[in-house]
Antibody
Framework: QVQLQESGPGPLRPSETLSLTCFVS????????WSWIRQTPGKGLEWIGY???????NYNPSLKSRVTISVDTSKNQFSLKLTSLTAADTAVYYC????????????????????WGQGTVVTVSS | DIVMTQSPLSLPVTPGEPATISCRSS???????????LNWYLQKPGQSPQLLIY???NRASGVPDRFGGIGSGTYFTLTINRVEAEDVGVYYC?????????FGQGTKLEIK
């Protein structure tokens, strides 16, 4: 079955940029939505955004001005960049696969995050 | 954003007994195609969340049949017929109808 593995940075300081990559194994990155989700004790689970394998992206408006998600189909991986970090960005960051289904008329719908990475802890501190 | 509200937030259960978790959404999750875009996840201690139920009532692959999801519109429930020790963790509902996708605050199930 598909496996996702996040690459994590070391500790980061306020105002720096977070860069994470998610490696997807055992399955092609094509045909799915690929998301970043983070978890904090205070805000719980927060969806950051997704990228489709063709490169189209959608971001949470609360983070949109600071987020970029990109995909590299040749390497079967996708990446997250989050700029202007503050302590509030301290969280466990997960990558996840978004599955889809089609109806009788061949319309496609996102339905769930069916596979998740193990998560990587990101700490922002001065 | 669609707000997801779960209850209870803490749920102590005796093994073998049933458990029910509720989830309400601030907007209907019933789409015009007849599907309810509501998922349930379980996060076991020290692990990432895992999908239990999608589209309101469909069990994900490998999920035991003691887990069941029902509901429509703005009110949904997750039921565990007979709780086992391995079911401990935090249960989350999530709406998949529109972005930004949003989660409930979580229900922590513990064994009495």
């Amino acid at each position: 079955q598909v496996q996702l593995q996040e690459s994590g940075p070391g500790p980061l300081r306020p105002s720096e940029t977070l860069s994470l990559t998610c490696f997807v194994s055992s399955d092609s990155i094509r045909g799915y939505y690929w998301s970043w989700i983070r978890q904090t004790p205070g805000k719980g689970l927060e969806w950051i955004g997704y990228i489709y394998y063709n490169g189209s992206a959608n971001y949470n408006p609360s983070l949109k001005s600071r987020v970029t998600i990109s995909v590299d189909t040749s390497k079967n991986q996708f990446s997250l960049k989050l700029t202007s970090l503050t302590a509030a960005d301290t969280a466990v960051y997960y990558c996840a696969r978004g599955s889809t289904y089609s109806d009788f008329w061949n319309n496609y719908y996102f339905d769930a995050f069916d596979f998740w990475g193990q998560g990587t802890v990101v700490t922002v501190s001065s | 954003d669609i707000v997801m509200t779960q209850s209870p937030l803490s749920l102590p259960v005796t093994p073998g007994e049933p458990a029910t978790i509720s989830c309400r959404s601030s907007q209907t999750l019933l789409y015009s195609n007849g599907d309810n875009f509501l998922n349930w996840y379980l996060q076991k201690p020290g692990q990432s969340p895992q999908l239990l139920i999608y589209l309101g009532s469909n069990r994900a692959s490998g999920v035991p049949d003691r887990f069941g999801g029902i509901g429509s519109g703005t009110y949904f429930t997750l039921t565990i017929n007979r709780v086992e020790a391995e079911d401990v963790g935090v249960y989350y509902c999530m709406q998949a109808l529109q972005t930004p996708y949003t989660f409930g605050q979580g229900t922590k199930l513990e064994i009495k």
